[in-house]
């Protein structure tokens, strides 16, 4: 199973968000033991750079590294952010965020704002529904 990271579930990993946080890393966790493909749109990397930074700046690069050094990275293509215009979505990065996953045919968009992806292409769920399917 092939899925896309919407930016807050990696922030609230990284982040360790109260509430927020045991879902997220558990899905993290299992791209790492192999039981998923994780990507994550290598344009977010500079919006979460920014978020993190604002909290820690020194430790912020040698965490992101690593981080991204555990997860399949994609590109985002010109053909996405026309793609992301022509969605209807309201929320431009996460038509574009779609847009890349319906292109690298991921199954799902793991967020914590389902509502953002109504009209996507690609069904979006939260990191408890992913866990859940996987527990079945």
């Known amino acids: 199973m092939k899925v896309i990271l919407d930016t807050n579930v990696v922030l609230d ?4 968000r ?22 994550l749109p290598a344009s977010t990397i500079t ?19 690593a ?11 010109p053909a996405d952010i ?9 929320g431009f990065e996460d038509a574009v965020l779609a847009s890349v996953a319906n292109r ?7 967020t914590r704002d389902k509502s953002g992806f109504l009209r996507s292409p690609v069904p979006a769920i939260a990191p408890e529904e992913l866990i859940a399917l996987l527990v079945k």
Do not use: W
């Not at 990993?13 to 360790?16: A, G, P, R, S």
């Open 104 to 110: 690298v045919k991921a199954d799902y968009i793991i």
């Open 13 to 16: 990993t990284l982040l360790k």
């Open 47 to 65: 919006d979460i750079h920014y978020i993190m930074s604002r909290s820690d700046k020194a430790k912020t690069k040698p965490v992101l590294k």
């Open 18 to 39: 109260e509430g927020f946080h045991q879902a997220a890393y558990e899905v993290i966790k299992l791209s790492i033991q192999n039981k998923i493909e994780a990507v």
């Open 82 to 90: 026309d793609a992301a215009f022509a969605s209807g979505m309201e």
């Open 67 to 77: 981080f991204v050094g555990l997860l399949g990275m994609c590109d985002v293509v």
